[in-house]
């Protein structure tokens, strides 16, 4: 079937989802769960054969791991589905409500986008959080996954249609697109009028081609170029924790740390020790002046490390003499995914969280907590680097429109 | 100057304006209005030049009015500035708050969107209207006025760069761009990392261009085909005090009606005195096959006239079985702007509101009244016709970002 086809089948199931109830759909939500379970042999056995030939292609360990399914991977999938499942109904939400002069009261109403479409790279779970996200939220979705992955995500959209279907729902409300050319991508993001939102979960190719190409409204999950500032008043061993964990504990993702803040005064001891322990855990330090002067085995850091994402174990490291030095420093060079301050000291956290210029924004915590999960949304559509309509982790909300309900008894305009 | 300069300039202060308090934005907006009220007669000195050339060019009836100035329209602009300070302060306005399992509490807040453009037409009101909300928001912005009202626009801006500065504001907060040629618009769509937001209000011809051209972000402030559907259970009197409201009060407005829907239980009678009274104001009636037969004199409707935004006293009128035609008519040909149903019944208000697909939807009250001032934003940037971001009238919340601020203890992710 042709893009054009999945978009038309979409917009025509997508009124029937709109104005399902809150509680068909979270029914809905845990018979695509028992579906996923019940084909969990189908689904493991097709993601054998995708990570056979990617192994088989020479794609890079990175890839080969997020393709790769398990039993766990497979029970968190449906875990997913369930957390959900369980948030509240954001479809008729009011989210204000306040009454005029007139008389007339307006409230301010969550309603289905409509049509979602997703395109994704080899990680077969987005196929569960995406269409899991879209339905909660009352839409219809078009996940456009990688060609790499397209036997597992055909087992997995095959396992959550049929749990769709028994729901009593349509299952054209969970649409795969089978062709992963590019040619369909590029048919996906022209389809105007037919698709009310389009995430890129991908590189910077996918990105600068939607932003060249696409007339359906998007929004970009962009790049991480995450810091962590090390105020003057840091607790020194909070301050080694959250580095040591934002840096490490998962190096590949976006919301990992690759630029390391440090004010001067504590530029020597805490410094070296920190640098040292990082290095005993893996990581290059790239180094300005000062970072290196406590710790001489780093290599000098160039203007090009303060913008690069390394997803990788490299930090680049900078000593700064102030608070303001830092929020310029991050600001200048941020891509506005997650940025992290630790200070004991109230006045620099309330200037850091309000002047830094970012989509998440921590005291005292990892920033590798910019994720929907950890937000407490079940999951996420992505997180978005821009700062119209969301910023950050999106969940079902974010796959919501406002609109106004305005409630009168007559009222004409004098 | 050029747009580059005028976008570098907007660049520069708009820090400071983003992280001035909200007292202080308070006080520079009501300098704003002070410093317009004394270049009150500066003002209309140069907008008596600007309609002089208008008149002596030709200009319509429509544009000659909406650029003519009075004392009492620079008074109407100078409430519209204190009705826009009075508001309360969208930046750092906390609209979610929520702890998690891990003990971080995470708050959504609203932060300034960073640099506005406007482009707009002969309406020297938009000038101080959006340069206040802007201000109110935190944001510098950019105004791109019609070369038609360029000395009015001029006068006011100057006034308005001098009541900031008085604010100990940074006049650049406010700016003008002189240059009214068509590729001085393309360079300001096309500035990317300059611009955060761009709204056009405009016709047809700057939204296409918009939407071919833009890679700054934008939202669309786009037609208004709008509906009034009186349902079977309307009280009547009401019905037809509405529908002349809605019609005639400004018939060149976006939220003026331009097809009337009628439950076939009123097809006969009711219609038919509404239609001879709206006749009597002066309106053409088109109707389908039952509005002609209740009312004989009515031209035949087409299918263009279903989408056809009038902004003149014209009305299409067609007779409908059902809530459920009513409802598949309005998301058929509606432009999202806004949509009224006259009832009684609350079943039908509930279903209306929730199925009709636009902006804004309105139960027992003209559509005259989706607009920023009617809402209770002191003003509006536009009324936005697209999903994302902000739907219907929008104020000074609309031009804010939400961004998550997380406070910790120390987590880190395990």
């Known amino acids: 079937m042709g893009v054009g086809e999945v978009c038309e089948r979409a917009r025509r199931v997508a009124t029937a989802v709109a104005r399902s109830s809150g509680e068909g759909r979270e029914a809905a939500l845990e018979g695509m769960a028992d579906a996923l379970v019940a084909s969990r042999d189908e689904i493991l056995e097709a993601n054998g054969a995708d990570v056979a030939e990617a192994v088989e292609r020479g794609e890079s360990r990175t890839v080969v791991d997020r393709l790769t399914l398990a039993e766990a991977r497979v029970e968190s999938m449906r875990k997913s589905l369930e957390a959900v499942a369980e948030q509240p109904d954001p479809v008729g939400e009011v989210v204000e409500e306040w009454t005029r002069p007139s008389g007339l009261t307006i409230q301010r109403v969550r309603a289905p986008l409509g049509v979602v479409a997703v395109i994704y790279e080899a990680r077969p779970n987005v196929t569960t959080d ?27 959209a095959a396992a959550l249609r049929s749990g769709l279907g028994a729901a009593g729902f349509p299952a054209d409300a969970v649409q795969l697109v089978g062709d992963a050319s590019r040619a369909a991508a590029l048919e996906l993001m022209r389809s105007k009028g037919l698709v009310d939102l389009l995430v890129p979960r991908g590189g910077r190719a996918l990105i600068k081609s939607i932003e060249k190409n696409a007339t359906v409204p998007y929004i970009i999950d962009g790049d991480g170029n995450c810091h962590v500032y090390i105020d003057a008043a840091a607790e020194p061993e909070m301050a080694r924790r959250i580095v040591l964990n934002a840096k490490t504990q998962r190096p590949s993702v976006c919301n990992a740390v690759e630029t390391l803040l440090v004010h001067e005064r504590l530029a020597s001891d805490w410094l070296r020790g920190c640098l040292e322990e990082l290095a005993a855990a893996g990581v290059e330090v790239r180094g300005d002046e000062r970072a290196r002067k406590a710790y001489p085995p780093a290599s000098e850091a160039s203007e090009e490390d303060w913008a690069t994402e390394y997803l990788d174990l490299v930090v680049a490291v900078r000593v700064v003499d102030s608070l303001d030095e830092a929020i310029d420093h991050i600001n200048r060079y941020g891509t506005s995914n997650a940025e992290a301050v630790v200070t004991q000291n109230d006045d620099v956290a309330a200037r850091f969280v309000r002047e830094v210029d970012s989509g998440s924004v921590f005291v005292n915590a990892s920033t590798r907590f910019s994720d929907g999960g950890e937000f407490g949304f079940g999951a996420e559509i992505g997180i978005s680097t821009q700062k119209l309509h969301a910023r950050g982790p999106m969940g079902a909300r974010e796959l919501t429109s406002i609109k106004s309900v305005v409630w009168g008894t007559g009222q004409v305009r004098e």
């Open 130 to 156: 995406v269409a899991g996200l879209c339905l909660k939220a009352g839409n219809a979705c078009i996940l456009r996954g990688s060609s790499i992955a397209h036997r597992s995500n055909q087992a997995v």
